[in-house]
């Protein structure tokens, strides 16, 4: 199935003001007894939000996460950078309810082949802490692969493990 330039640029623009209302929507208040900054790092898995090494920071409830995976051979090399715009939608103690935004470029690159992807996706999910500096994000939602060449869609899944700092 093709779909149009238009719908894929739709799509784009509708994840963007998303992330717009999001960041500027928050109230100021602490959320119980969570400080209002925090960084992390971690791993992630996700053909949306990214795949690799990942860092994030969390301002009250809105956090975003970037993930970086360079490889490089000798006659090939890849390239994988996503970023994801994060939202708390309901908090509890062990588990909150997350409502994300994301978008990854990966680049792929040999003697004789060049391919560049972008992909993006809106969804929700959870973010489970297993203990005071350990949390693990399960993620899913709708995305657009290949969005500006072969525009598909598709149920994503996404997965990230990090580790507080503060």
Known sequence: MHFPKSF???LLLTTLITSASVVYGQDTEYIGS??????????????????????GMWYKRVGFEVSVLPYYEKNSSDLIVG??????????????????????????RSYAYYN???????????QVFLFDVLSFQ?????????????????????AGVYYKLQ
């Open 8 to 10: 894929v640029n739709l």
């Open 34 to 55: 969570q400080k209002k900054l925090s960084h992390e790092v971690g791993v992630r898995y996700g053909a949306v939000t990214g795949t690799g090494l990942s860092y």
């Open 83 to 108: 970023g994801a715009l994060f939202t708390i939608l309901k908090e509890s103690e062990y588990v909150n309810l997350l409502g994300f935004a994301g978008v990854s470029f990966t680049e792929t």
């Open 116 to 126: 560049s992807v972008w992909n993006t996706g809106l969804g929700f999910g959870v």
């Open 138 to 158: 399960l993620l899913t939602g709708f995305g657009v692969y290949d969005a500006f060449d072969r525009p598909r869609t598709n149920i994503i899944g996404e």
